[in-house]
């Protein structure tokens, strides 16, 4: 059965830095490309960031310059470091698997990111 589990999640404060770690069992990871969504409270999940097997990245607006998205295919692991953090990254933040083929698209339980002072 896969899964995907999100870990790294706390409380922070403005300015200060996370790193979230996402681990994919029963999965291989080159078969798909790899992603960090996020919700907040009463509004629709969003784009934070996206990496293929490439290394190509692509981030949503709001994240670009502050947050970095990277893969260890090997480990199963994919992370997302968030530095500059600012209370609206506030949100629960989903690791996600798309197939790079035909297949399943995997989403996690979610890990909780709360900015404030």
């Known amino acids: 059965q896969v899964q995907l589990v999100e870990s790294g999640g706390g409380l922070v404060q403005p300015g200060k830095s996370l790193r979230l770690t996402c681990f994919g069992s029963?999965?291989?990871?080159?078969?798909?490309?790899m992603g960090w969504y996020r919700q907040a409270p009463g509004l629709q999940r969003e784009l934070v960031a996206v990496i293929r097997n490439s290394g190509m990245t692509t981030y949503g607006d709001s994240v670009k310059g502050r947050f970095t998205i990277s893969r260890v295919n090997a480990n199963n692991t994919v992370f997302l470091q968030m530095n500059s953090l600012k209370p609206e990254d506030t949100a629960v933040y989903y690791c996600?698997?798309?197939?790079?083929?035909?297949?399943?698209?995997?989403w996690g339980q979610g890990t909780q990111v709360t900015v404030s002072s």
């Open positions: 029963s999965i291989i990871l080159n078969d798909y490309v």
């Open positions: 996600n698997a798309r197939p790079t083929r035909r297949g399943v698209e995997y």
